[in-house]
């Protein structure tokens, strides 16, 4: 099974206890990338593994054809002393060194290969986890844009503001009212209804006087004009 299978098995798992669960989906996305995170260094350490492995098969490698090399220097010194013995006894050690050699390459190409496929599975995984990082930042800025709105939405339909409203709208009636009796005011040179009514009363008193005098005058000069005319006569 490849790393991402086993990580996709993971993510699908606690997924779906969290779907049955109601969880947000922001909380999703923050637990697939921090399962990405966790494969992402499981996967450096194997790594780090098959590379220190390498280093070790290598040593062992350079060892023992340094041994072969050197059991062959020594089979070939050995013929030249004429002990077949030593040589056949070198050439075997020689052939042990040889086996080793090619189990040690054998063994080498295949931390090569795993460390090959660990980093390739590491190129793959920090792409999709920067693609996952990208795709969570929009979604929180979406989800937070989302949240804004229905706040928006809920204090526009709130009650409360309709009910602020409706006694704003009384107040700005009391003071339509409070401005329109000043306005009154103003009017009839600011009188009263009962002043204007008192001051005709008074209007027509001062006419009744005036008319009497008028009469008195009259009078006193119809009197004067019929004596002056006896005095003629």
């Not at 490698?61 to 013929?79: C, G, M, P, S």
């Not at 995984?125 to 809920?154: C, G, P, W, Y």
């Amino acid at each position: 099974m490849s790393i991402f299978s086993r990580m996709g098995d993971i993510i699908n798992s606690n997924i779906n206890a969290m779907l049955e669960q109601a969880e947000d989906p922001e909380k999703i996305a923050r637990l697939i990338i921090q399962e990405m995170e966790d494969t992402l260094i499981e996967v450096r350490t194997a790594a780090a593994r098959a590379i220190a492995d390498k280093k070790d098969v290598v040593r062992k490698l350079d060892r023992f054809k340094a041994a072969e090399a050197d059991w062959e220097a020594k089979a070939e010194l050995a013929i030249t002393k004429d002990r077949e013995d030593l040589a056949r006894g070198a050439l075997q050690a020689k052939a042990k060194a040889a086996q080793m050699v090619e189990a040690l390459e054998k063994e080498l190409a295949i931390v090569d290969e795993a460390i090959d496929k660990a980093e390739e599975d590491m190129g793959k995984l920090q792409t999709k986890l920067d693609e996952a990082k990208a795709k969570h930042k929009a979604l929180t800025a979406r989800r937070n844009s989302a949240k804004t709105r229905i706040r928006v939405r809920q204090t526009v339909s709130d009650h409360k503001i309709e009910d602020a409203l409706t006694r704003y709208a009384a107040v700005e009636r009391k003071v339509d009212e409070l401005e329109a009796m000043a306005e009154s005011f103003d009017l009839n040179g600011g009188k009263s209804l009962e002043g204007q009514f008192m001051d005709l009363e008074a209007e027509e008193a001062i006419e009744t006087e005036l008319a009497a005098l008028r009469e008195k005058i009259s009078g006193v000069k119809k009197a004067v004009k019929a004596a002056a005319s006896a005095s003629q006569d």
